[in-house]
């Protein structure tokens, strides 16, 4: 019983990979990134800003080159980050002129309803959850930043936990896709918000595209009311896919993502910002799948590291406890972490 269970659950997350990056799309905006990426950075080069490690501030070594963008691991704690990168004004270019971000919006659209009920809604389960047992019985003003498709944001809003969920976003297309949906939502950053204005800040797979996630704290520290909370899912740089593919881990996708925290510079950032960690995991249960699609579609990961290979070979029910084994021991490369200001 407890294999076909197995069975059952690896066969579900298979589906679900495919559900949540439907194939054609996906390999329409897999190969757009690489050809907005290379022309992005032959365009702008010449506008990039070199910094040091966005968590810790400490100088980077080279790692690998990516669309022609250089990419560093911290010396301290591992941050994998991108460096010279494009600053704001030039992101905003990005995301509201170049074409791979608006075909990711229509993937997030096309599998709205999957990522509800596979992502979102236990994500806003756990949140209201680690809130509740923190002494917190009234989620007050909710702002979902980078909401995109507002899907976490409309999440939030049906629990009527939150006295107020309010949707941002750069992107003019997200806006109004949100608004269509029924949440109050404005094209704004961080910056625009009033200090000492909400209770929670929601920052869904969005602090990997930031050009100063450091100062995007600072400020989620002013913007926050007394003892409120940043809730925050990225992925994790040292996590199971990202070590044996590298460079070619498909998350890596300049000038889209150009950082990526690991649990230890996650809590380093956060405590610089003023926040103590209530939460810090790595939930992920599809990190083996992944690999298991990209070496079908041709990645040698013998080459790599002849061991996982042969692990990945193994029955569903191996496959399933080296998953729990990954999410367990934070070692998955989806990171979700609450945190609260002090």
Not at 11 to 17: A, E, F, S, W, Y
Request: charged share 25%; aromatic share 10%; hydrophobic share 35%.
């Amino acid at each position: 019983m407890l294999c076909c269970f197995m069975e059952k659950e690896n066969l579900m997350n298979k589906k679900l990979i495919d559900l949540m990056r439907p194939e054609d799309e996906y390999d329409l905006l897999s190969k757009q990134r690489v050809i907005d990426g290379k022309a992005f950075y032959k365009r702008y080069k010449n506008q990039l800003i070199e910094i040091n490690c966005p968590s810790c501030d400490k100088v980077g070594e080279p790692a690998f080159f990516k669309y022609g963008f250089n990419h560093k691991i911290c010396v301290e704690c591992n941050t994998l980050y991108c460096s010279p990168r494009p600053d704001e004004d030039l992101l905003k270019i990005f995301y509201n002129k170049w074409d791979s971000p608006s075909m990711w919006t229509e993937v997030l659209l096309k599998s709205d309803t999957e990522r509800n009920i596979f992502q979102y809604q236990p994500r806003v389960n756990e949140l209201i959850s680690l809130m509740k047992n923190n002494d917190t019985e009234s989620g007050g003003i909710a702002v979902d930043i980078g909401a995109g498709a507002g899907t976490f944001a409309l999440c939030l809003k049906n629990t009527k936990y939150f006295s107020d969920v309010i949707a941002l976003d750069l992107s003019e297309e997200c806006v109004k896709i949100c608004k269509k949906i029924g949440l109050h939502a404005e094209e704004k950053t961080i910056n625009q918000i009033s200090n000492d204005f909400c209770d929670l800040i929601c920052v869904n797979d969005l602090v990997e595209h930031l050009f100063d996630p450091y100062s995007f704290f600072i400020n989620c520290h002013k913007v926050l009311r007394k003892n409120g909370y940043v809730f925050i899912t990225t992925p994790n740089g040292q996590g199971f896919d990202f070590k044996i593919m590298k460079e070619k881990t498909i998350n890596i996708s300049p000038p889209e993502h150009i950082q990526y925290f690991n649990p230890q510079s996650m809590e380093l950032i956060l405590n610089r910002a003023g926040f103590k960690i209530i939460s810090l995991e790595t939930p992920g249960k599809l990190d083996t799948q992944i690999i298991l699609k990209e070496k079908l579609n041709g990645f040698k990961v013998s080459k790599k590291n002849e061991y996982i290979d042969y692990l990945l070979e193994q029955e569903e029910t191996v496959l399933k406890d080296f998953q729990d084994f990954l999410s367990k021991n934070k070692l998955s490369s989806h990171m979700l972490c609450l945190a609260q200001k002090i």
